[in-house]
C-alpha cells in the first residue's frame, strides 16, 4: 500500500513524502518498508532511533519522525492498519469428507468444516462459520452466523452462540459446573443441567473454561473478550464489552456489569454482584460486592487510594515493627518509674 492510501482509509494526515510500505512493525524492529506506531510517551527516545518508513502519532510529536500519519488515537489506528494485513488462519475451504456431521445437523452457506472436527445431532451453524480440525460441537448447540472455532476448541451440549463468537484452541465452552455434595460420607456431584450463552462478538481465549449452569444460564454478553486461562464458573452473568485477562477467576452466580475489566490473577468469590464500568487490578481478591465506577486492587480489594498507600508501606513494615517493639520496651519502662515514683 502506499502511505497515502492508508491515510485516505482511516482518515489520517500524512506528513512528508508518500511512499510503499509492506507492513507493519515495532519502533525497535521496523525496517525502510514498514510502519510503525507511538502512543506511549515512554518509549519517545526510540522515535529517531527508528528506520520504519512512516509511524503513526499524535500531532505534537510529528516532527520527531521523517515521515508521519497524524491521528488523534495512534494505538486504535494502528489496530486498524493491521487488520488491513492480518491473514486468517487456515487455508481450506468446504466441508471435509473427514469430518463427522450428524445428518440432523444444519450448516448456513458458506460454512468450512476441517477434516476431523465434530457435529452433533440437531446442531445448527449460521452463514459463513469456520470449525477447525479436533474441534468439537455437541448435540442441540446453537451457532450464529461468522463464528470460528479454532483447533480442539469444544463446545457441549445445548450451548447458545451469537454471531461473530470466537473459541480459541482449546477452550472448553459448556463444561459441568463445579457443583458436589456430602451425601452419607460420600461427595456426590449435583447434575449440572443449564446451559451457556454467549451474545454476538464474544472472544474466548485458548484454554479458557465456561461452566455450564446447574440451573439457568451462564451467560457471557455482547462484544465481551476473555484472555488465555480464564475460568467462568457456573451461573455467572458476565456483562458487555468487559475485558477478562489471563487466570482471572470468576466463582459461580457472580454477578458482573458492563465494561468490567479483571487485570490477571484476579480471583472473584461467587455470589457477588460487580458493578458497571468496574477496573480490579492484577492478582486482586474479591470478597465481597463492588459498586459502579470503582477501581482498585490488593487482596482483599480496595479502592485504588487506599490500596495504593497500603501498597506503599509494605516495604517499610519490618522497620515500622523494629520501631513499634522499641517504643514498647520505651512505654514499658516508663510505666514503671512513673509507678516507682508514685510510691
Given at each position: ?222 462484544d465481551s473478550k476473555l484472555d488465555n486461562l ?67 486492587g490488593g487482596t482483599p480489594f480496595m479502592e ?40
Amino acid at each position: 500500500m502506499l502511505l497515502s492510501e492508508l491515510a485516505a482509509a482511516f482518515d489520517l494526515i500524512l506528513s512528508g513524502e508518500d511512499c510503499e510500505f509492506t507492513g507493519l512493525s515495532t519502533l525497535d524492529e521496523a525496517t525502510e518498508s514498514e510502519v510503525s506506531f507511538f502512543a506511549n510517551p515512554r518509549y519517545r527516545g526510540r522515535l529517531a532511533q527508528s528506520r520504519a518508513c512512516a509511524v503513526i502519532l499524535t500531532a505534537n510529536y510529528a516532527h520527531e519522525v521523517k515521515r508521519a500519519l497524524i491521528s488523534p488515537a495512534p494505538y486504535r489506528d494502528f489496530a486498524r492498519a493491521a487488520a488491513l494485513f492480518a491473514r486468517r488462519e487456515g487455508e481450506f475451504s468446504g466441508i471435509s469428507a473427514q469430518s463427522s456431521i450428524h445428518p440432523s445437523a444444519r450448516l448456513g452457506e458458506n460454512c468450512t468444516v476441517h477434516p476431523f472436527a465434530h457435529i452433533g445431532a440437531r446442531s445448527s451453524l449460521g452463514p459463513g462459520c469456520v470449525v477447525f480440525p479436533g474441534a468439537y460441537i455437541g448435540e442441540d448447540c446453537a451457532l450464529g452466523a461468522d463464528c470460528v472455532l479454532y483447533p480442539n476448541a469444544v463446545v457441549l451440549a445445548g450451548v447458545e452462540m451469537g454471531d461473530g463468537c470466537i473459541l480459541r484452541s482449546g477452550a472448553v465452552i459448556g463444561t459441568e459446573g463445579f457443583g458436589f455434595v456430602r451425601i452419607d460420607g460420600k461427595m456426590q456431584a449435583v447434575p449440572q443441567i443449564g446451559s451457556v450463552r454467549l451474545e454476538g462478538g464474544v472472544d474466548i481465549g485458548a484454554n479458557s473454561c465456561v461452566d455450564r449452569a446447574t440451573l439457568g444460564s451462564t451467560s457471557i454478553g455482547r462484544d465481551s473478550k476473555l484472555d488465555n486461562l480464564v475460568q467462568i464458573g457456573h451461573n455467572v452473568s458476565l456483562g458487555e464489552q468487559c475485558l477478562i485477562i489471563s487466570q482471572v477467576g470468576i466463582a459461580g452466580s457472580a454477578k458482573v456489569g458492563d465494561r468490567v475489566t479483571m487485570a490477571g490473577q484476579a480471583g472473584i468469590a461467587g455470589h457477588l454482584n460487580i458493578g458497571d464500568d468496574v477496573t480490579i487490578g492484577p492478582q486482586s481478591g474479591v470478597p465481597k460486592d463492588i459498586p459502579g465506577g470503582v477501581t482498585g486492587g490488593g487482596t482483599p480489594f480496595m479502592e485504588s487510594g487506599i490500596f495504593m498507600r497500603s501498597f506503599s508501606l509494605l516495604p517499610r513494615l519490618p522497620e515500622m515493627h523494629k520501631r513499634l517493639l522499641r517504643l514498647e520496651k520505651e512505654l514499658a519502662a516508663l510505666k514503671e518509674l512513673m509507678a516507682k515514683e508514685e510510691e
